[in-house]
């Protein structure tokens, strides 16, 4: 899902490819219990593909990372409840 992503976003070197890869596993290991995973990878892409057309891709992983828990904390506040 991730590299799917970084392409659609541009067309990043390996630097940036790896840099967004350690984003989304940031994400996943705070909100996966919260959000689930899925719901990680949505708002992962949803946040990304706003940069499209990014002609300076220096911080967009920063401004991803940023954006996309930002959304999650207002979408997942809390843990999901687990099944007993």
Do not use: C, W, Y
């Not at 541009?10 to 919260?34: C, N, Q, S, T, Y």
């Not at 499209?52 to 207002?74: I, M, Q």
């Amino acid at each position: 899902m991730v590299s799917g992503m970084i392409d659609q976003v541009a067309e990043p070197g390996e630097h940036l490819r790896a840099e967004f890869a350690r984003v989304a596993d940031r994400l996943h290991a705070e909100f996966d219990d919260r959000a689930g995973s899925a719901l990680v990878d949505q708002i992962f892409t949803d946040i990304a593909s706003r940069f499209r057309n990014a002609k300076v891709l220096t911080f967009l992983p920063v401004l991803v990372e940023r954006d996309a828990r930002r959304a999650l904390k207002e979408l997942a506040p809390t843990a999901l409840p687990t099944a007993s």
